[in-house]
């Protein structure tokens, strides 16, 4: 370390931080289970990434005062909802600590093991819990991947604190199928 520089943990104030990462482009997503009392309980989560392929894993990264932690079993379920770019309402509504009922208005279905299902959505990936990993102030957790569905539309974009847009998404597949027709 020359003379003038500062130590790491001084230098990268949480700020920088925060803004510095979010220039990652991501898609946005709404996390769900049901709770013990059976009902639904959904978060706007935007750090999803997929793991491993064989098995299936993806995962998510969770603040450790999110609800969402609350009772969780060794093997619970819980589905990764995509947005579309026609749902930045849903991403406002699922991450707003205010509301008690986020799932009033949003059509829903249950799906493997009963898993909350958004509809509107572009994907959903319904997942038992593998790994729950502490890290810093958030939880990591992975999950094996035992039911996709995916509808057309494209994704919404979560960038620099705003929802941005693609241009169509899933074309090649939309073409091939108007050939086939
Ligand atoms: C676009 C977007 C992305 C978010 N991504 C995450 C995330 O990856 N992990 C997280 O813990 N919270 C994330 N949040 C914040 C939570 O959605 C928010 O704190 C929510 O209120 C937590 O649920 P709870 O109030 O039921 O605990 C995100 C919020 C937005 C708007």
């Given amino acids: 370390m020359s003379a003038n520089a500062q130590p790491a943990s001084h230098a990268v104030t949480a700020a920088d931080f ?6 990652f482009a991501s898609g946005v997503t709404v996390v769900t289970r049901l709770l013990p009392d059976g009902g639904p309980y959904g978060m706007t989560v935007s ?22 932690l609350r009772d969780l079993l060794p093997d619970q ?3 990764v909802n995509i947005l579309s770019d026609q749902q930045q309402h849903i991403a ?5 600590r205010k509301e008690d009922d986020r799932f009033a208005g949003v059509a829903w279905s249950a799906g493997w093991e009963g898993v909350p299902l ?3 959505v572009v994907v959903t990936f319904a997942c038992s819990l593998q790994q729950n990993i502490p890290s810093g102030d958030h939880f990591i957790l992975i999950g094996e991947v035992h039911q996709i569905r995916r509808h057309k539309g494209s994704p919404l974009v979560w960038c620099d604190r705003g929802y941005h847009f693609l241009p169509a998404v899933g074309r090649a597949e939309e073409e091939a199928e108007e050939r086939r027709s």
């Fill in 47 to 68: 750090s999803f990434t997929s793991v491993s392929l064989d098995p299936p894993l993806i995962l998510v990264c969770i603040d450790r005062n999110a609800r969402f």
């Fill in 118 to 120: 958004l509809g509107g």
């Fill in 92 to 96: 406002a509504g699922f991450a707003d």
């Fill in 18 to 23: 925060r803004a510095a990462c979010g220039l």
């Fill in 77 to 79: 379920a819980f589905a």
